[in-house]
Every structure is written in structure tokens, then in C-alpha cells.
């Protein structure tokens, strides 16, 4: 910019820029609020219950620690609990010292995997009821009949996946 002499150029850049800042402020608005909720919840004795239930499920074996991960997040989607407060409040509910045999990689595709798991066959989740509307069919449709087959089938992979990673 100094070398060519095309300040205006930045100048459109970052009006540019600003607008579509503004144009997002509610979005940026629902993660802010998102945040406070999870952290609001995280000092109520949901958080330990969370945290013992995490504990008992890491001991028994990793199977039931994802499995346990995908019915609460789950659960929570289908209550109209978003996946961006519910997955800290896992995350920061393990305790990695007292789970050696659990690899944090593992732990981390569980969350994702979980989360995409989840806001898919949320009839809840905007993308499904933005999807219901433009083919004109029942949101419950499209998330447990079209969406939820496709993931019964791809859950099972991403057992067997959890434990190759875990594996390594």
C-alpha cells in the first residue's frame, strides 16, 4: 500500500470489513452469551455431577466414555442446548491425570465427531429446520430419517476410530 500509493484501496478493505462486522453482531452476540451461560453452569452442581459421571465412564473403558458423550450432548440438543456450551463443559470435566489410558486426540475427535453427531439430527438445529422448509417435509424427517440413518452408520466407524486413535 505505501509502496503503490493505494490507500484507497485499504480504505475499502476495512469499510469492508466493518460492515460485515456489523452485519454479524448477533452472532457474535449468541457466542458471547453462549460462553457466559457455560460458564454460569460450570460453578452449579451440574458441573460435578457432570464431572463424576465423565470420571466413572473414563474408567470403564473408552467406548462408554464416547458413548456417554454422544447421548449427553445429544440430550442437550434436543432440550435446545447448544453443542458450543455443552462441549466446554465436557472438556473442562475431564481430568486427563486421572485417565491414562485416554489419549487427549481421542477425546478431542469424540467432541467433534459429537458435536456434528448432534447438530444433525437436532430438529432443533437451524440448518435442519432451514432444510425441512426448502424441500417441504417434517423437520423430524430430515433429521432422524434422513440424517439419522446416515449417522447410525458412521457412528459405528467413529467407534472403531476412537479406539485406533486411543490405540497409538
Known amino acids: ?15 469492508l ?27 452449579t452442581p451440574v458441573k460435578q455431577l457432570l464431572e463424576r459421571s465423565m470420571q466413572w465412564s473414563a474408567q470403564q473403558s473408552i467406548g462408554i466414555l464416547f458413548s456417554f458423550i454422544i447421548l449427553f450432548v ?53 440448518l435442519n429446520i432451514i432444510i425441512s422448509q426448502c424441500v417441504q417435509k417434517n423437520g423430524l424427517t430430515v433429521a432422524f430419517r434422513w440424517n439419522g440413518v446416515y449417522f447410525m452408520s458412521v457412528t459405528g466407524m467413529a467407534f472403531l476410530y476412537v479406539y485406533i486413535l486411543n490405540w497409538f
Open 74 to 126: 445429544t440430550l442437550m440438543a434436543f432440550l435446545g442446548v447448544h453443542q458450543i456450551i455443552v462441549i466446554p463443559l465436557i472438556l473442562t470435566s475431564l481430568n486427563f491425570a486421572e485417565m491414562p489410558d485416554i489419549t487427549v486426540v481421542s477425546v478431542a475427535f469424540m467432541c467433534i465427531f459429537t458435536w456434528m453427531l448432534s447438530s444433525s439430527i437436532s430438529p432443533l438445529n437451524a
Open 17 to 43: 470489513y466493518k460492515s460485515k462486522i456489523l452485519a454479524q453482531k448477533m452472532e457474535i452476540c449468541l457466542f458471547l452469551s453462549a460462553g457466559l451461560f457455560g460458564n454460569a453452569v460450570s460453578h
Open 1 to 15: 500500500m505505501v509502496l503503490r500509493k493505494q490507500k484507497k484501496a485499504v480504505k475499502e478493505e476495512v469499510s
